[in-house]
């Protein structure tokens, strides 16, 4: 027995990126359009921290990273 599945193809979302450069490391916020952004602190290349920031919704989660990043 085959069963063909036809799946649509989907467009990827565009991860969005801000990037904060200190004297010591650098800090990278991204977006990936759902309830979470995730930061991540590399030194020398080194990611050195990650951490997630979790909101109660898509729009919280758009309004801090528009807003506050």
């Known amino acids: 027995m ?5 799946i649509p193809p989907f467009e990827r ?20 359009g759902n309830t979470a952004i995730e930061v991540t602190r590399e030194k020398n290349g080194v990611t050195i921290k990650r951490d ?3 909101f109660d919704s898509v729009q919280e989660a758009q309004d801090f ?3 506050n990043v």
């Open 13 to 32: 979302r565009r991860t969005m990126t801000l990037k904060n450069y200190y004297s010591d490391y650098q800090e990278k916020y991204e977006y990936h």
């Open 2 to 6: 085959v069963i063909i599945i036809n």
């Open 52 to 54: 997630w920031i979790i």
């Open 65 to 67: 990273f528009y807003d």
